[in-house]
Structures are given as structure tokens and as C-alpha cells.
């Protein structure tokens, strides 16, 4: 019996949203869009009930902006259960290890059925892991009805992901569910650090945090204009006009980059003189390497602190890391020591001068793993030379110029030196982001402006295709 067939009596309990029986205009996908952004939204900012503290050193910090979620509300769990059943699921019937044919409708169904109850059932296990683990107090202190109550709150949050992801998925809006959680996350960050009122005391005197309005207010109230000017623009343990100005130069620069690609002339077998193009970008693994690195560092991260927590003089455990708060960390324990020190960022270029060699092996670090990262991900994802001929030939398509025969060594010269060099690229402009102290971290920023470009492509795609079907 295949996997697949295990799911199917399950098929008709799991919830599901039905296809759209019509093409979809392009003002209802944008409808539906905005509704689903702001349900997330508004799930961001309903607190858990039942929780005793959520303001201690938080575990998961390092990898909230990956997981589009918000600490201490109900949309704790954020993505991490439909982007950890969808890796897995693409990474077994990538390897071979669950047989699926996407040509086949029943196929399809039953896979997207499995990666749904892998989706809810990770959503319950990561809720009663969060509780037992004592992230919102002592079990005993809050009450089993209480840890019941926090774990059912996480459940029908994780439901709620789940379904408005499976909806834009199926044609109701633009991009993914996933995407735009991310994406708005990373947004609401930007925006909030650049524009935030909230007034701070920094032994100063007081100082708004948003870098544009502490601008403004340095200027007002300072009778020195010119030192109120480099205040604003270099200002220590809060946003500045320079990380904001970094920001808006990675943004410029990951855009340029987007339209970095190689045209391979195609051409028909059965209609002669119908010719065409087929892309190779090169970032033609997107986002993913950036993704799952930062989804493997965070949860070592994750695993070292705990463990540094509960035995700081173990020697193994410190050479996994060793954590402690310093000062501007805003009570969040950062890496000082061991492997997670050295696969952690430099916060400063006074930092790379006084230890060069942490530097050295950052940068190797990320570019070696950006690289491997993206050639694995092709093979696995269905994105190989091998894959991709086979699509072309399915669709009665050769290499203009070549032989039927030779498809795939013409795709091997150019899909994996794209998934390598543009894996190193995509680690390269996180660790210039990083390093210029833009807004909400390489990652976060590489993140946003890839998936911002998708959504504009989807956009133009639809106002395209709804133009040519006026005429």
C-alpha cells in the first residue's frame, strides 16, 4: 500500500477550503488578501489567556522573523507547523521516499491532505511542547485547566494559519499565506523602528525610539544642529538614520539583483515557428537557502541556550554555546561563546577588528551553507536539470540549437551554477545587510524584498492576463 493511500480516510474529517468554480477577478483577490492580512493582524495582537509570564529571555528569538509569529499572543506558533509539514513533505517525495505524481488529481489531493494533517498535528505537539516547557510559567503554578485552555488556543490559531494559507493558495488571492505573514512581519518592524513614537531614557535625556521622529526631535530641542544631525544619524542601542538609509540600500540592491537572469532559447517540436524563452534566475532558489539556514541556526540557537541554562559549566554544552545578557540586548541573552557565538553575526565593525577570525568564519559560514543549502533544495524540490527536462519534453519543448538527446547536459552548465552562485549571493547580501545594521536583519530584509518582488510580479501577472481577456 502506498503512503498516500493511509491518508485517505482521513480525508473527509480534515478542514478544507473548495476550489473557486470560476477564474477569480483581480479586485476579489485583493479583497480576499486584505481580509486574511488583517485577521493576522488582529490574531497578532489577542494575547494568550491563561499565562502566567511570557516576559523573560525568549528562546524562540532568533527565528521569529523566519516564523512570522508574535511572542505571548495566540499567533505564538506562527507558520513554523506549515513550513516544517511542507519541508518535510517535499524533502520525502523529493528523495523517492513517498511516491506521488503530481499529473494525477488524486494524487495532488491526497498529498496536500498529508501535508495538512502533518500541518495540525506538528501544531499540536509544538503547543503542548511550548506549555510543558515551561515558556508561560510553572505548569503547576498556571493549572492543567489552564495549560488545556493555552494549548486549544494555540490549536485553533494554528487552524486559522493554516486555512487562510490554503485559501490564497487556491487561487482566492495573491501569493501564499505564508509569504504575506512573512513579509508583513518584517514590514510592521521596519516600519515601527523608523517611525516609532515611543519615548525612551537613555542617560541622555529622553529619546523617541523611531529613528525619523527622533530626528526631527533632536533638531527641535537640541541648540546644536550639527550635533543633533550625527546624533540622529549614528546614535547607539537604538535605530538611526543610518540603519534606516541601510535599509533602504539593501532593498535597491536585492531588486537589481531580481532581474539577473539567463534567457535559453526553446522552441516547439510539433508547432514550428513557435519560439519562446525559458528563465534561469539567478536567484533560482529564491529565498529557500536563507530560510533554512536561518531555521537551522535558530533552532541550535534555541537548543544551546536551554541547555546553557541548565548546566553553564558543562563542558560540552559551552563549547555548544554560551549565553548572556549584555548591554543594548533589551534583556535578550545573545551568544558570547562556543559554536553559536561563531555562527552568529558580528554586531559591529569594532567587533570584526577585535576578533577577525569569528568574522572569517561567519562569512564562510553563511556562504559555504547558502550554497549547499540551494543545490540540495533543487533536488529536492523538483527544480533539478533532470526535472525540468522532463517538463520541457512533457510539453513537447527542445533547446533551440540542440539536440533532444543533450536537454539535460545544457540545463547541468547553468541550474546548478545558478543554485550555487546564487545561494552565496543571497548569503552574501545577508551578511552586508547585517553588517551595515540594517532594520530587522539580513535575513528579515531578504525575506521581505524577495517576497514583496513576488507578490508585484503576481500583480502584474493578473492585471496582464485580465487586460488580454478584455480584448
Known amino acids: 500500500m502506498r503512503f498516500l493511500h493511509l491518508v485517505r480516510p482521513?480525508?473527509?474529517?480534515?478542514?478544507?477550503?473548495?476550489?473557486?468554480?470560476?477564474?477569480?477577478?483581480?479586485?476579489?483577490?485583493?479583497?480576499?488578501?486584505?481580509i486574511t492580512l488583517f485577521i493576522y493582524l488582529v490574531c497578532c495582537q489577542i494575547p494568550i489567556y491563561g499565562i502566567q509570564s511570557a516576559q523573560s529571555s525568549d528562546p524562540f528569538y532568533w527565528v521569529r522573523v523566519v516564523l512570522a509569529s508574535n511572542r505571548?499572543?495566540?499567533?505564538?506558533?506562527?507558520?513554523?507547523?506549515?513550513?516544517?509539514?511542507?519541508?518535510?513533505?517535499?524533502?520525502?517525495?523529493?528523495?523517492?521516499?513517498?511516491?506521488?505524481?503530481?499529473?494525477v488529481k488524486e494524487d495532488r489531493a491526497l498529498f496536500q491532505g498529508a501535508q495538512k494533517l502533518f500541518g495540525i498535528l506538528i501544531?499540536?505537539?509544538?503547543?503542548?511542547?511550548?506549555?510543558?516547557?515551561?515558556?508561560?510559567?510553572?505548569?503547576?503554578?498556571?493549572?492543567?485547566?489552564?495549560?488545556?485552555?493555552?494549548?486549544?488556543?494555540?490549536?485553533?490559531?494554528?487552524?486559522?494559519?493554516?486555512?487562510?494559507?490554503?485559501?490564497?493558495?487556491?487561487?482566492?488571492?495573491?501569493?501564499?499565506?505564508?509569504?504575506?505573514?512573512?513579509?508583513?512581519?518584517?514590514?510592521?518592524?521596519i516600519v515601527w523602528k523608523s517611525f516609532s513614537p515611543t519615548t525612551i531614557n537613555t542617560g541622555r535625556g529622553t529619546e523617541f525610539e523611531g529613528a525619523v521622529i527622533a530626528l526631527f526631535h533632536l533638531l527641535i530641542t537640541r541648540n546644536n544642529k550639527i550635533q543633533a544631525l550625527q546624533e540622529a544619524f549614528f546614535r547607539q542601542n537604538l535605530p538611526n538614520l543610518t540603519n534606516l538609509l541601510a535599509t533602504v540600500l539593501i532593498f535597491v540592491v536585492v531588486i537589481y539583483f531580481q532581474g539577473w537572469r539567463v534567457n535559453l532559447p526553446v522552441k516547439y517540436q510539433k508547432y514550428r515557428g513557435q519560439e519562446g524563452n525559458y528563465p534561469i534566475k539567478l536567484f533560482y532558489t529564491s529565498n529557500m537557502p536563507i530560510i533554512l539556514l536561518s531555521s537551522l541556526v535558530s533552532?541550535?540557537?534555541?537548543?544551546?541556550?536551554?541547555?546553557y541554562n541548565r548546566a553553564p559549566t558543562n563542558i560540552l554544552v559551552r563549547l555548544l554555546g554560551m549565553w548572556q545578557e549584555t548591554e543594548g540586548s533589551g534583556g535578550q541573552k545573545i551568544p558570547v561563546g562556543g559554536i553559536a557565538y561563531y555562527i552568529s553575526p558580528p554586531r559591529s565593525?569594532?567587533?570584526?577588528?577585535?576578533?577577525?577570525?569569528?568574522?572569517?568564519?561567519?562569512?564562510?559560514?553563511?556562504?559555504?551553507?547558502?550554497?549547499?543549502?540551494?543545490?540540495?533544495?533543487?533536488?529536492?524540490?523538483?527544480?533539478?536539470?533532470?526535472?525540468?527536462?522532463?517538463?520541457?519534453?512533457?510539453?513537447?519543448?527542445?533547446?533551440?540549437?540542440?539536440?533532444?538527446?543533450?536537454?539535460?547536459?545544457?540545463?547541468?552548465?547553468?541550474?546548478?551554477?545558478?543554485?550555487?552562485?546564487?545561494?552565496?549571493?543571497?548569503g552574501?547580501?545577508?551578511?552586508?545587510?547585517?553588517?551595515?545594521?540594517?532594520?530587522?536583519?539580513?535575513?528579515?530584509?531578504?525575506?521581505?524584498?524577495?517576497?514583496i518582488?513576488?507578490?508585484?510580479?503576481?500583480?502584474?501577472?493578473?492585471?496582464?492576463?485580465?487586460?488580454?481577456?478584455?480584448f
Open 428 to 451: 552574501a547580501l545577508s551578511i552586508l545587510a547585517d553588517l551595515s545594521g540594517a532594520i530587522g536583519s539580513g535575513t528579515g530584509i531578504l525575506l521581505a524584498v524577495t517576497i
Open 453 to 470: 518582488f513576488g507578490f508585484y510580479e503576481s500583480f502584474v501577472k493578473e492585471q496582464r492576463e485580465n487586460s488580454g481577456a478584455q
Open 72 to 103: 505571548g499572543t495566540i499567533m505564538e506558533l506562527g507558520i513554523s507547523p506549515i513550513i516544517t509539514s511542507g519541508m518535510v513533505m517535499q524533502m520525502l517525495a523529493g528523495a523517492r521516499l513517498i511516491e506521488v505524481d503530481h499529473n
Open 123 to 189: 501544531t499540536i505537539g509544538e503547543a503542548i511542547a511550548y506549555v510543558l516547557s515551561g515558556m508561560y510559567g510553572d505548569i503547576g503554578a498556571i493549572g492543567a485547566g489552564n495549560a488545556i485552555l493555552i494549548i486549544t488556543q494555540l490549536f485553533c490559531a494554528g487552524l486559522i494559519v493554516l486555512t487562510l494559507d490554503e485559501m490564497l493558495a487556491k487561487g482566492y488571492g495573491l501569493g501564499s499565506g505564508i509569504s504575506l505573514f512573512i513579509a508583513t512581519g518584517i514590514c510592521e518592524t
Open 10 to 34: 482521513i480525508m473527509c474529517v480534515l478542514p478544507e477550503v473548495a476550489s473557486p468554480d470560476r477564474k477569480i477577478p483581480l479586485r476579489e483577490k485583493l479583497l480576499w488578501t486584505s
Open 299 to 307: 533552532n541550535l540557537y534555541f537548543i544551546s541556550q536551554l541547555l
Open 349 to 426: 565593525l569594532a567587533e570584526i577588528i577585535y576578533d577577525p577570525f569569528h568574522a572569517v568564519f561567519y562569512f564562510v559560514f553563511i556562504l559555504t551553507s547558502c550554497a549547499l543549502f540551494s543545490k540540495t533544495w533543487i533536488e529536492v524540490s523538483g527544480s533539478s536539470a533532470r526535472d525540468v527536462a522532463k517538463q520541457l519534453r512533457d510539453q513537447q519543448m527542445v533547446m533551440k540549437g540542440h539536440r533532444d538527446s543533450a536537454l539535460i547536459n545544457v540545463l547541468n552548465r547553468y541550474i546548478p551554477t545558478a543554485a550555487a552562485f546564487g545561494g552565496m549571493c543571497i
